[in-house]
């Protein structure tokens, strides 16, 4: 059966210069407390909690790790649906502000695996292949 209903039109969230700012900063001082002060001046920013997410996972961390990314997963979809989106549609990796959003989607995926919430990584690596495959691959490929 084919759908003929109209795919909804992408969600581009709205870049945040000065958070992105304090996550160059915290970048380049490459420390758990850096990104932890981004994420603290900018809540709502997901990048801050994926780079969080992401460094605990590698670190070993996978609980902390899931915390980190399900903060963000949720901020993330709060500023998703703050500009159109309907809970379904792509979103792009292609747009840089999405990338926060999508990479903390990517590390809960990981996170809820490595505690043996398998339903929920399954889950959450669909949703980012229904998000934009080209996310789930390139972040698949680091």
């Known amino acids: 059966m ?20 304090a996550l160059a900063t915290a970048k380049q001082a490459g420390s758990d407390e850096a990104y932890a ?10 990048a801050a909690w994926a780079a969080l997410a992401a460094r605990a996972f590698e670190q ?4 902390t790790a899931y ?13 998703l649906r703050r500009n159109g989106w309907k809970g379904h549609g792509p979103v792009p990796w292609s ?3 999405n990338r926060g959003f999508l990479r903390c989607l990517y590390v809960l ?14 889950r959450c690596a ?17």
């Open 2 to 21: 084919q759908n003929l209903l109209p795919e909804p039109p992408a969600t581009l969230l709205p870049a945040h210069e000065d958070a992105d700012a």
């Open 37 to 46: 002060d981004a994420a603290g001046r900018f809540p709502s920013h997901s």
């Open 60 to 63: 070993g961390q996978p609980v």
């Open 67 to 79: 915390a980190y990314a399900r903060t963000g997963y949720h901020r993330g979809l709060d500023q």
């Open 95 to 97: 747009h840089e502000p």
């Open 109 to 122: 995926s990981r996170a809820a695996d490595a505690i043996g919430e398998a339903d929920e990584a399954a």
């Open 126 to 142: 669909q949703f980012l292949r229904d998000c934009d495959p080209a996310a789930a691959d390139a972040l698949a490929s680091n």
